[in-house]
T-cell receptor, first 115, second 113 residues
């Protein structure tokens, strides 16, 4: 149980284009989803928290107009990197938690490379 | 401020040897503590968690961790490591209700044959 998937697992795009990453909870309803960013050999940094049906809460320093988050259903959240640039290249990981649960379950991550 | 410190960036142990990974935290309320493991290019897998109760918690893959409030520590242990345990290990702290997690910098574990 508590499986989270991400799609795609990796993506390469040209500078200036937008990329959408999907995060799905496969066997539970995720009332809250989190998006993290991880640079090579570094820890995870929380970007934003999203609750189903409401606007995401972004961490300080994260541009909400650049990283668009949509949590339209209890099993799906999307992160869209708009007008991507090489400095946006990173490993993006989502996590999800259910209802009043206290544990986050993580997806396998998406590696974004912007040329 | 909330923070997690993992003092050891890289640890190397021999297969079959015991292991202890250190984690110290700073948190203003009752901490919810987690250990996650990450293989290269993969997401995070939950090893174990502590919310309350018995301060020695058992996890998957033979791992255990002990919560010591007086030392603000939550060290991860395994009596005998296997080559497949080679990975990056992250300690994290959060609050009740799956609030946002603060992660440590991670400890990379290498296993010598």
């Amino acid at each position: 149980g508590a499986v989270v998937s991400q799609h795609p697992s990796w993506v390469i795009c040209k500078s200036g284009t937008s990329v959408k990453i999907e995060c799905r909870s496969l066997d539970f309803q995720a009332t809250t989803m989190f998006w993290y960013r991880q640079f090579p050999k570094q820890s995870l940094m929380l970007m934003a928290t999203s609750n189903e049906g409401s606007k995401a809460t972004y961490e300080q320093g994260v541009e909400k107009d650049k990283f668009l988050i949509n949590h339209a259903s209890l099993t799906l959240s999307t992160l869209t990197v708009t007008s991507a640039h090489p400095e946006d290249s990173s490993f993006y990981i989502c996590s999800a938690s259910a209802g009043n649960a206290d544990t986050q379950y993580f997806g396998p991550g998406t590696r974004l490379t912007v040329l | 401020a909330q923070s997690v410190t993992q003092p050891d960036i890289h640890i190397t142990v021999s297969e079959g040897a015991s292991l202890e990974l250190r984690c110290n935290y700073s948190y203003g309320a009752t901490p919810y503590l987690f250990w996650y493991v990450q293989s290269p290019g993969q997401g995070l897998q939950l090893l174990l968690k502590y919310f309350s109760g018995d301060t020695l918690v058992q996890g998957i893959k033979g791992f255990e961790a002990e919560f010591k409030r007086s030392q603000s520590s939550f060290n991860l242990r395994k009596p005998s490591v296997h080559w497949s345990d080679a990975a990056e290990y992250f300690c994290a702290v959060g609050g009740k209700g799956a609030q946002k997690l603060v992660f440590g910098q991670g400890t990379r574990l290498t296993i010598n044959p």
